[in-house]
């Protein structure tokens, strides 16, 4: 883990005392191993987390669960839609348009998924090391009048939220930028994302999106919660452990240890 956080970052890593946050997020891979993050990680069984926490209303339609690729049907399902694999980071094939999906490269692509194992395949991330690999079929998330959703990013510590991270136009400008909680704009961003010049609305129901964040994120020393707000409804994306695998750069690289200090680290577990 060493060798490679050095390489990605250009810095060693110190586990017997980290201040930035990257390294605070190495060490709670090291030394946090709750079990419930199992479950927490996978974006299947977390769904009876969040239906127990907050209710059932902040859940995505569920369209089909998969344990092998030659079960997912194309043909039962509608004409939009989402799939992603529950077992790891960047595994979601959307498709606005099924008359355009072409299934045989579809498949090759959901077979690749579901052969790869989150905690092998980058920095050692525990919480993914025993989910189970599976594929879930969600309904396809759009808003009136917007090509893209906004993805609302609550980083919570010891179980209250700090500051929210807000990405736009993903896979095509990728912009982001960071507000607090008092939707005040703060002034850093990260590596590979445009920082955001100007000023997002701040959602009418943003108070709620605050209270769901806060009770999913109880009990842990830190979760970034991840919702969309789609015309007014708040909706549940995932829960994250290890925000960019805790090794992209923040701009100013200041932030790095700024955040850090929000992060009380917690007795080792596990």
């Not at 927490?40 to 987390?49: I, L, P």
């Not at 989910?131 to 993805?151: Q, S």
């Not at 510590?157 to 736009?168: E, H, T, Y």
């Amino acid at each position: 883990m060493k060798v490679y956080y050095q390489y990605y970052t250009g810095k060693k890593l110190d586990l017997e005392n980290p201040r930035e946050f990257n390294e605070k997020i190495q060490w709670l891979k090291v030394y946090y191993k709750d079990p419930r993050l199992t479950q927490m990680v996978d974006k299947y069984s977390v769904r009876t987390y969040v239906k127990e926490k907050v209710g059932e209303k902040y859940l995505n339609d569920l369209l089909g669960v998969y344990e092998r690729v030659k079960d997912v049907d194309f043909a039962t399902l509608p004409d939009q839609f989402v799939i992603k694999g529950v077992h790891g980071c960047h595994f979601n094939l959307i498709v606005p348009d099924k008359s355009a999906l072409v299934p045989w490269k579809a498949r090759l692509l959901l077979k690749k998924w579901m052969s790869k194992n989150q905690y092998y395949r980058g920095g050692l991330e525990w919480a993914y090391k025993n989910v189970k690999p599976r594929l879930i079929a969600e309904a396809y998330l759009a808003e009136m009048g917007k090509k893209f959703i906004n993805d609302y990013k609550f980083f919570c510590f010891n179980g209250k939220p700090q500051f929210l991270q807000v990405d736009m136009d993903r896979g095509e400008m990728d912009y982001r930028c960071y507000y607090d909680l008092n939707w005040k704009k703060l002034p850093f961003t990260t590596e590979k994302n445009t920082f955001y010049e100007g000023e997002v609305d701040r959602p009418e129901n943003f108070e709620e999106m605050v209270s769901v964040a806060t009770k999913l994120a109880e009990n842990f020393p830190f979760v970034r919660v991840d919702l969309y707000n789609i015309d007014g409804r708040v909706l549940f994306g995932e829960m994250t452990f290890y925000p960019s695998d805790g090794r992209k750069q923040y701009i100013p690289e200041k932030y790095n240890r700024i955040l850090g200090d929000y992060l009380t680290l917690p007795a080792p577990v596990g």
